[in-house]
């Protein structure tokens, strides 16, 4: 069963910058799609970015100002990463890592992510 634990949020200005990371512990080897989802209170959660066997997806309202990448793999851990440029207040929210298991040739939709983490606050201010 694979564990993910984010770190990197925080408060930041409108046009500023940060880094999210998120390790997936207990990684058997298996192909994995992993994604940076995030939620505001009375909304659905949502997905920001996601990268899988095909390549890599993002919603529309961070295209150019965001960035997935991935860690080379060590024999129990990924290092999932979100670098996030020229913040926006609308960014504001709790951010999670989470991951779908097996291969997929298009992006795996949110139901297929069984693996989540507990979040990190992203707070940007106008």
């Known amino acids: 069963q694979g564990r993910l634990v984010e770190s990197g949020g925080g408060s930041v200005q409108a046009g500023g910058s940060l880094r999210l990371s998120c390790e997936f512990s207990?990684?058997?080897?298996?192909?994995?799609?992993l994604g940076w989802f995030r939620q505001t209170p009375g909304k659905e959660r949502e997905m920001v970015a996601i990268i899988y066997s095909g390549g890599t997806n993002y919603r529309d309202s961070v295209k150019g100002r965001f960035t997935i990448s991935q860690a080379d793999a060590k024999i129990t851990k990924i290092t999932l990463y979100l670098q996030m440029n020229s913040l926006k207040p609308e960014d504001t929210a709790m951010y999670y890592c989470?991951?779908?298991?097996?291969?997929?040739?298009?992006?795996?939709?949110?139901?297929?992510?069984?693996?989540w983490g507990q979040g990190t606050q992203v707070t940007v201010s106008s």
């Open positions: 207990e990684y058997t080897g298996s192909r994995y799609s």
């Open positions: 989470a991951a779908a298991s097996g291969i997929w040739l298009y992006p795996p939709p949110i139901g297929a992510f069984v693996y």
